[in-house]
């Protein structure tokens, strides 16, 4: 196997502006081809990428070449290998990669070898910021009262990760507490340009968390992936994406006095949904670009999933280099960024003649043009400018219930109930405000939008304005830095006699984690039937999302926030009704409490130094007194607990053995479940709450668990036995076998009993049976979750045969040992006539070396039937690992053999 690099010849110094020398780089430019000067700036960081990873078996001289002739390889679908510079990863989504990694360390050991060979072989930073919950609201030890109930529920978890930030090289854990993952990551993590042993390249990321894209503002690539994916790029495996689509998005002009970020990434969001951009980057650019702070960049690129791009890219220009001096970063760091991106064609310089870069297709926006506005009631796209959201409401309240509606009589839609809030009289009507918060990755990393709350709650103060004691206030920042700017202004005080205290440092309202309403709300909205709002600055307002008694969601902008919270409802005009009224009984508009463009600038100019950020992120690493105080055990293997229902070693690498298992056909197999069209992840993979008559509801109540206990499938994530019980027990799946009726369950066909599929799955287990599972087309689509292939793996699943699959959700099947197979066009278990009551066998050839990527392969049925699909093994590489068994068992093999 070839391990020199092809492009050896293109490595050059790299010299420092006052002599001496920075290190080597692998240079575009001395490529000579005209080609590379046109190609956009983002797909020139996978082109490095490519061209400094080219080892001719993992990364190809062909592969190099596809992304070089981009412009007319893009429109066809072809598949690149990437190698990310580094991988993100936040509490949810880290510990079972961090259960795998303590896994694959024993089974080094077992097999005799140095358990220590398993570290990352890249940087791996993890960021505890999904744990926090908003218990506690408008009161001074918020932030202590939520810590402490985080810790009670999670101190098994963050036990766990607190050992393995010792135990791995290459992994720092970020304890709770200190911001929200994206921010973090903007602030203090982002590197822009690495300089690892004298060689430099670009800065590249993929977390396991779909708002990574926050960093792409920063001019870093980065995006979100499943747990598989991260885990493969941890050990130093290619991931495998589809070379995308660039929409070159220009922008012009500024904007206008009043505007908010928020306002504009709304109309970003608006304009791009529209547009169509799924699984396409989008590259800003344009003489609008100099207008926008780097926070603003950053706020736009954060809602790429939601526009539906991989990436929302903004180049590294002056205005990246200024922030990055704010952050604390050092001169001579930001010399070399500087340096490296000039050298290599990738840094922006607006004072010279710009080469003008071949986009996929092309959007533009005056900024000029941007409005106040909000997005709502149940989705991020659907934008409502400020002055229309009065009678928009009103319209919501007619229409049928949908993404716009809600379907409440005419003659109900005015009604008042009274209810009683801690011995005063109180009243809710349709449209009121029960949640205000300041919260979310999006909003929270913008001085200026922060800020520009604060002067709006100053000036309500100084009118008499005040918020009903019954809506929940909140302020979770994303990061220290924030508290320290907003004292320095003097403003925090204004927010907190608004009910904004600051309530934790992390990932709150906008993942549903809001805490419960008070009582006496929560009963005068559920007797009611009272169509409640919750005004957010989040990303995300999907229905169930930011509350279960929250049936209309709002984004919004920070100051919009107060605002609202201070009219106390979402029907109403700000133009032309009054906000409130002050004490003489003068009439208070939004007009009279919202500062100018200048007012907050000056604001920020004054309070947001270098020195806060440096003051942060030096006290980040030193942990706070909670996390400091979990004793945990210093081994480098971890010492599993058998009675833990939160941590529990998986069985992958039971009875593993040094030689490959080869490649597996399969024999008489039943099939588990028959699918239509469009299964999703969220079908498939455990998420939300745990049923009360689950499989994973019955294993944990024979461990002694109370069901107000069971906490989420998420925060169990790092325990597959409650994984593998939560695997398609979605309560909206379809199965065909139980013709028509909808729910968890499948037919046992041997039997034709009715179990659940979990318990299905071990009787065929236990009979000696393999499965396969029967699919339509997008088999796998939605967030790419390590378990929707985890969890069928472990239920005993050795082929999917459908339509199409999801592209991740195909490689992660193949990453776990598990065929993907796809029926000829045109062809389905329909056309074919299955019903799922065959025993189906799949012939695959004994030796790796005699199947070929995409090639074709016959399925034969007990019932006679033949038919062929196509094996969708799409490389050589993917190969390899099924060879193994998994992606995971060829590392380990891998890491015995390699001789260094």
């Not at 082929?799 to 040992?817: C, Q, T, Y």
């Amino acid at each position: 196997m070839a391990t020199r690099n092809s492009f050896e010849s293109i490595l050059m110094p790299l010299s420092k502006p006052g002599g001496g020398e920075f290190g080597k780089y692998f240079s575009l430019p001395a490529l000579n081809d005209p080609r590379i000067d046109k190609l956009p700036y983002s797909i020139k960081i996978l082109l490095e990428s490519a061209i400094r990873n080219c080892d001719e078996f993992q990364v190809t001289a062909k592969d190099v070449e596809k992304i070089i002739d981009w412009e007319s390889t893009s429109p066809k679908q072809v598949e690149i290998p990437f190698k990310p510079a580094r991988v993100l990863l936040q509490d949810f989504t880290g510990v079972p990669a961090v259960v795998d990694l303590a896994c694959m360390r024993d089974a080094m050991n077992k097999l005799g070898s140095d358990s220590n060979k398993i570290n990352p072989l890249v940087p791996v930073d993890l960021v505890i910021d999904h744990s926090v919950q908003v218990d506690v609201a408008r009161s001074e030890n918020a932030v202590q009262a939520n810590m402490e109930h985080e810790f009670r529920r999670n101190q098994e978890r963050f036990g766990f990760l607190k050992w393995g930030s010792s135990a791995f090289r290459n992994m720092l854990v970020v304890p709770p507490g200190s911001g929200i993952v994206h921010q973090v990551n903007l602030e203090y993590l982002g590197r822009v340009v690495f300089n690892t042993g004298g060689i430099l390249y670009p800065d590249s990321v993929v977390g396991t968390d779909s708002h990574t894209t926050m960093i792409d503002g920063l001019g870093v690539a980065g995006w979100g992936v499943g747990g598989i994916e991260a885990e493969a790029a941890m050990l130093g495996q290619p991931m495998s994406m589809v070379l995308p689509g660039v929409v070159g998005f220009k922008l012009l002009g500024k904007l206008k006095n009043g505007m908010t970020a928020t306002d504009l990434v709304l109309t970003v969001t608006q304009m791009l949904r529209k547009h169509g951009v799924v699984g396409k980057f989008v590259e800003f650019y344009g003489e609008g670009m100099s207008e926008l702070s780097l926070a603003d960049r950053a706020t736009i690129a954060n809602m790429s999933p939601e526009y539906g791009a991989t990436m929302g890219f903004f180049p590294v220009d002056h205005v990246t280099l200024q922030y990055l001096k704010l952050t604390g970063r050092s001169d001579d760091t930001v010399s070399m960024i500087e340096s490296y991106l000039r050298a290599n064609k990738m840094f922006v310089d607006y004072s010279e003649p710009q080469t003008e870069k071949v986009y996929s297709s092309y959007l533009q926006l005056n900024l000029e043009d941007v409005e106040p506005c909000v997005s709502g009631p149940k989705r991020p796209h659907d934008r409502v400018p400020l002055k229309e959201m009065k009678e928009d409401w009103h319209s919501c309240l007619d229409s049928k219930v949908g993404f716009k509606g809600f379907a409440v009589p005419k003659e109900s839609q005015s009604k008042v109930v009274d209810f009683s809030f801690h011995g005063m009289p109180a009243q809710i009507k349709h449209g009121d405000v029960v949640i205000a918060a300041i919260t979310s990755c999006t909003n929270t990393s913008n001085p200026s939008v922060m800020l520009g709350a604060a002067l709006v709650a100053k000036k309500a103060c100084e009118l008499g304005l005040e918020v009903k004691p019954w809506i929940k206030t909140s302020l979770a920042p994303g990061s220290g830095v924030v508290t320290k700017y907003l004292e320095k202004s003097g403003l925090q005080k204004y927010l907190n006699h608004l009910g904004f205290h600051i309530v934790g440092y992390g990932c709150t309202t906008c993942i549903g984690n809001s805490g419960d309403l008070d009582e006496a709300v929560a009963t005068a909205v559920s007797e009611n039937d009272i169509v409640a709002a919750a005004v957010l600055s989040g990303n995300r307002n999907f229905e169930g999302r930011v509350h279960p008694l929250t049936r209309a969601n709002y984004l919004a902008s920070p100051p919009l926030v107060v605002a609202y919270a201070l009219a106390g409802t979402v029907d109403i005009d700000f133009n032309t009704e009054p906000i409130g009224t002050k004490k003489d009984g003068k009439k208070v508009f939004f007009r009279d409490i919202w500062p100018s463009n200048e007012e907050i600038a000056e604001v920020v100019q004054s309070s947001v130094l270098p020195d806060m950020f440096k003051a942060t992120y030096e006290a980040i690493t030193k942990g706070n007194p909670m996390w400091n105080q979990l004793s945990v055990p210093s081994g480098t293997l971890y010492d599993w607990d058998p009675k833990s229902t939160y941590i529990h070693e998986p069985p992958y690498f039971k009875n593993m053995t040094m030689s490959p298992p080869g490649p597996h056909g399969v024999q008489d197999a039943y099939c588990l479940l028959n699918f239509g069209d469009s299964i999703t992840t969220d079908h498939i993979s455990p998420a939300g709450s745990i049923h009360k008559d689950s499989p994973a509801a019955k294993y944990l109540m024979e461990r002694g668990v109370d069901r107000k206990d069971f906490n989420s499938y998420g925060s169990r994530r790092g325990n597959d036995e409650v994984m593998a019980r939560g695997t398609f027990a979605n309560i909206r799946l379809v199965n065909k076998l139980l013709e028509g009726e909808v729910g968890p369950k499948t037919i046992h066909i041997p039997t034709g009993e009715k179990l659940s599929v979990f318990e299905a799955a071990m009787r065929y287990r236990s009979e000696g049976h393999d499965t396969i599972v029967l699919a339509g087309a997008e088999y796998g689509s939605g967030s790419s979750r390590d378990w929707a292939a985890k969890g069928p793996m472990l239920l005993g699943v050795k082929a999917v045969i459908a339509k199409s699959f999801e592209r991740i959700h195909r490689s992660n099947l193949v990453g776990m040992g598990i065929i993907p197979l796809c029926f000829k066009p045109g062809e389905d278990a329909e056309t074919l006539g299955l019903t799922g009551h065959e025993r189906y066998s799949i012939d695959l050839p004994s030796s790796v070396s005699e199947i070929k990527p995409g090639q074709d392969v016959t399925v034969v049925t007990d019932s006679g039937k033949s038919f062929t699909c196509t094996a969708r093994f799409d490389t050589e590489v993917e190969l390899i690992y099924f060879d193994h068994g998994g992606i995971l068992q060829y590392v380990i093999r891998n890491l015995i053999n390699a001789k260094h």
